[in-house]
């Protein structure tokens, strides 16, 4: 790819290295906070940091365990959400550094900067994102990490 001259007539077809390295600080940050989330979801439902006798003695509240199961559960269903959202920021990281971060992967334009900076792993413009959307059945629609 060629990099944009300064010419307002040449329309950019890459975020020149400083706009990258702003990025990157970005996905950085929400990457260390989405590994402290994970932290915490993954300790929440494998009692790691349980250190009484809640498991040993016999109890008789199924209601409570009934809970204490669905909540554990649903916070494994968290983190499994949360590690596939850090592999989307990984693989942001890896765009930076080939130097293809913020083109659409469907249209080959540039994704704005303001929805870089909300979605740093977005993968495809707000344009390729609503053809997606309208073609898809709303009940086959799978977590896509561009919707965060």
Same mark, same amino acid.
């Given at each position: 790819?060629?990099?944009? !001259?300064?010419?307002?007539?040449?329309? #950019?077809?890459?975020?020149?290295? /400083?706009?990258? $390295? /702003?990025? #990157?600080?970005?996905?950085?940050?929400?990457?260390?906070?989405?590994? @402290?989330?994970?932290?915490?979801?993954?300790?929440?439902? !494998?009692? &790691? @940091?349980?250190?009484?006798?809640?498991? %040993?003695?016999? %109890?008789?509240?199924?209601? /409570? $365990?009934?809970?204490?199961?669905?909540?554990? $559960?649903?916070?494994?269903?968290?983190?499994?959400?949360?590690?596939?959202?850090?592999?989307?920021? $990984?693989?942001?990281?890896?765009?930076?550094?080939?130097? %293809?971060? &913020?083109?659409?992967? *469907?249209? &080959?334009?540039?994704?704005?900067?303001?929805?870089?900076?909300? *979605?740093?792993?977005?993968?495809?413009?707000?344009?390729? #994102?609503? *053809?997606?959307?309208?073609?898809?059945?709303?009940?086959?629609?799978?977590?896509?990490?561009?919707?965060?």
């Amino acid at each position: 790819m060629k990099k944009a !001259t300064g010419t307002p007539q040449m329309e #950019k077809n890459r975020y020149s290295d /400083e706009e990258l $390295e /702003e990025f #990157k600080q970005i996905i950085l940050k929400k990457l260390d906070k989405a590994h @402290n989330d994970l932290k915490l979801l993954t300790e929440s439902y !494998t009692n &790691g @940091n349980e250190h009484d006798i809640s498991d %040993t003695s016999p %109890t008789f509240k199924v209601l /409570e $365990e009934g809970y204490q199961v669905f909540s554990k $559960e649903e916070n494994s269903k968290f983190a499994a959400r949360q590690e596939k959202f850090i592999k989307s920021l $990984e693989n942001a990281l890896i765009r930076i550094e080939n130097k %293809t971060y &913020g083109i659409c992967r *469907v249209t &080959g334009k540039l994704i704005p900067a303001d929805r870089l900076r909300s *979605v740093p792993h977005a993968t495809l413009s707000i344009e390729a #994102k609503r *053809v997606q959307v309208a073609a898809a059945p709303v009940a086959s629609r799978p977590f896509d990490p561009d919707m965060e």
